[in-house]
């Protein structure tokens, strides 16, 4: 708090990570959260939060706390932290030198940038969400408690105790589109098996975020024919993402669960003829478990796959994502 302060000074002025100015008497908008504001009274933005210092001019800080008390009588934001000079929601003045910390309670642009990347997945956990994002946990959960405040996520069980789990609603995905984002899909299920894959598939996805490398998830992926294979049995079969780095086209599958054998070598058999066409450069499973693992091996060497083929643990793309989010 004094650190603050003093960034702030007697004049008042902008504290050294708001970026800009503000207007005496603007109405300031930010990650949702609202606030009247004057030159005496900087905003700093930290994530979706504001920070509001009141310095020492007692007639300006009546006034705008006046318009803050009422901003939140209205519920535009809650007060996250109680400064010197008592509780904010039942004092409209504040004392000299008070600091208060307002958080929205509605989903803002941090929100949605969030619900887009869950919509073109479909579902993601929180913890690959916030490495993908550069945010720190309790940021995503923030987030993801306002959008399922608003309707546009829920949260599904993965019954693992591996992390939480935030799946995009109908209105959710009506809201990315709205907002003019492509290759949002609905869900199919929120059963907690399919909690715990599509945790394990946005790790993947976080992988190549950090990594800088692009890809493409479900409905990205029917749009190009060329990860669209087809079985012997002429079902037609698309991966979990699709990876594009450095000139390679990459599918990758996430089992975990076995699949039956005879199911397995024809879906191999279909990326090998993708391989062979020049549609894919490589495919890549990920799995949690040695026996499908091994499965994946044997199955592997009927479609003559070779080195176009790369099976690894989910254990390691998990470490190594969190390594390279923490390096960023």
């Given at each position: 708090?004094?650190?603050?302060?003093?960034?702030?000074?007697?004049?008042?002025?902008?504290?050294?990570?708001?970026?800009?100015?503000?207007?005496?008497?603007?109405?300031?908008?930010?990650?949702?959260?609202?606030?009247?504001?004057?030159?005496?009274?900087?905003?700093?933005?930290?994530?979706?939060?504001?920070?509001?210092?009141?310095?020492?001019?007692?007639?300006?800080?009546?006034?705008?706390?006046?318009?803050?008390?009422?901003?939140?009588?209205?519920?535009?934001?809650?007060?996250?932290?109680?400064?010197?000079?008592?509780?904010?929601?039942?004092?409209?003045?504040?004392?000299?030198?008070?600091?208060?910390?307002?958080?929205?309670?509605?989903?803002g642009p941090g929100s949605f940038r969030l619900l887009?990347?869950?919509?073109?997945?479909?579902?993601?956990?929180?913890?690959?969400?916030?490495?993908?994002?550069?945010?720190?946990?309790?940021?995503?959960?923030?987030?993801?408690?306002?959008?399922?405040?608003?309707?546009?996520?829920?949260?599904?069980?993965?019954?693992?105790?591996?992390?939480?789990?935030?799946?995009?609603?109908?209105?959710?995905?009506?809201?990315?589109?709205?907002?003019?984002?492509?290759?949002?899909?609905?869900?199919?299920?929120?059963?907690?098996?399919?909690?715990?894959?599509?945790?394990?598939?946005?790790?993947?996805?976080?992988?190549?975020?950090?990594?800088?490398?692009?890809?493409?998830?479900?409905?990205?992926?029917?749009?190009?024919?060329?990860?669209?294979?087809?079985?012997?049995?002429?079902?037609?079969?698309?991966?979990?993402?699709?990876?594009?780095?450095?000139?390679?086209?990459?599918?990758?599958?996430?089992?975990?669960?076995?699949?039956?054998?005879?199911?397995?070598?024809?879906?191999?058999?279909?990326?090998?003829?993708?391989?062979?066409?020049?549609?894919?450069?490589?495919?890549?499973?990920?799995?949690?478990?040695?026996?499908?693992?091994?499965?994946?091996?044997?199955?592997a060497d009927s479609a003559r796959l070779g080195d176009?083929?790369?099976?690894?643990?989910?254990?390691?793309?998990?470490?190594?994502?969190?390594?390279?989010?923490?390096?960023?």
């Amino acid at each position: 708090m004094r650190e603050l302060l003093e960034a702030c000074g007697d004049e008042g002025g902008v504290l050294p990570s708001a970026g800009r100015s503000v207007m005496d008497g603007s109405l300031v908008s930010s990650g949702g959260a609202v606030g009247i504001v004057s030159a005496f009274w900087p905003v700093c933005q930290r994530g979706d939060d504001v920070v509001v210092a009141a310095v020492r001019r007692t007639t300006q800080s009546e006034r705008i706390c006046a318009g803050l008390a009422n901003l939140l009588s209205q519920g535009a934001f809650s007060v996250a932290y109680q400064g010197v000079g008592g509780d904010f929601s039942s004092s409209a003045t504040a004392a000299p030198g008070r600091v208060l910390r307002t958080r929205a309670t509605r989903p803002g642009p941090g929100s949605f940038r969030l619900l887009a990347w869950v919509g073109r997945l479909g579902l993601a956990g929180v913890e690959p969400l916030a490495l993908a994002l550069g945010l720190h946990e309790r940021t995503v959960y923030s987030h993801v408690e306002r959008l399922e405040r608003a309707g546009l996520v829920m949260r599904a069980p993965g019954g693992d105790g591996e992390g939480g789990v935030a799946v995009l609603t109908r209105a959710g995905a009506r809201a990315c589109v709205e907002r003019g984002h492509e290759g949002i899909v609905s869900p199919r299920s929120t059963a907690p098996s399919s909690a715990r894959h599509g945790r394990a598939v946005s790790w993947v996805a976080a992988s190549a975020e950090v990594r800088g490398w692009a890809w493409l998830g479900p409905a990205e992926l029917r749009e190009d024919d060329r990860w669209r294979l087809r079985r012997d049995d002429g079902a037609r079969h698309l991966p979990d993402l699709g990876l594009v780095y450095d000139g390679h086209r990459v599918a990758v599958e996430v089992e975990l669960q076995p699949k039956a054998p005879q199911r397995l070598r024809v879906i191999l058999r279909g990326y090998r003829a993708l391989i062979d066409r020049g549609a894919l450069t490589a495919v890549t499973y990920v799995t949690d478990r040695g026996d499908v693992a091994a499965l994946i091996g044997r199955e592997a060497d009927s479609a003559r796959l070779g080195d176009a083929l790369q099976v690894g643990p989910l254990a390691t793309v998990i470490a190594k994502t969190r390594t390279d989010g923490e390096q960023q």
